[in-house]
């Protein structure tokens, strides 16, 4: 099992920056994803950012060139630094782990969530 808590959420004017930060515990393995999703009212739960164990780094494209992910592998720690936020990007943001596991049998890939940080920019 993994444990997800976010922080770093908050209420923004349009333009403004935030910084978002997840810290995972229990059992990690050397190989996993770390992302974050976000949830509108209304709307699918959808991507924003993932970035792989050796720092591979995927981007929704509403967000490239203004949100920037990192993660810290010894503190098992994952950031998405916000910048230029816009109205549109008020949502529920979700911190997400993936890591594949081999043992027991058939192969499968876990996949945890934490339980949200809201995120309001106002125009």
């Known amino acids: 099992q993994v444990q997800l808590v976010e922080s770093g959420g908050g209420l923004v004017q349009a333009g403004a920056s935030l910084r978002l930060s997840c810290a995972a515990s229990g059992s990690i393995g050397i190989s996993n994803v770390m992302g974050w999703y976000r949830q509108a009212p209304g709307k699918q739960r959808e991507l924003v950012a993932r970035?792989?164990?050796?720092?591979?780094?995927t981007y929704a494209d509403s967000v490239r060139g203004r949100f920037t992910i990192s993660r810290d592998n010894l503190k098992n720690m994952v950031y998405l630094q916000m910048n230029s936020l816009k109205p549109e990007d008020t949502a529920v943001y979700y911190c997400?782990?993936?890591?594949?596991?081999?043992?027991?049998?058939?192969?499968?890939?876990?996949?945890?969530w934490g339980q949200g940080t809201q995120v309001t920019v106002s125009s």
């Open positions: 970035i792989t164990s050796d720092g591979t780094t």
């Open positions: 997400n782990f993936q890591q594949p596991v081999y043992w027991p049998r058939p192969p499968r890939v876990d996949d945890y």
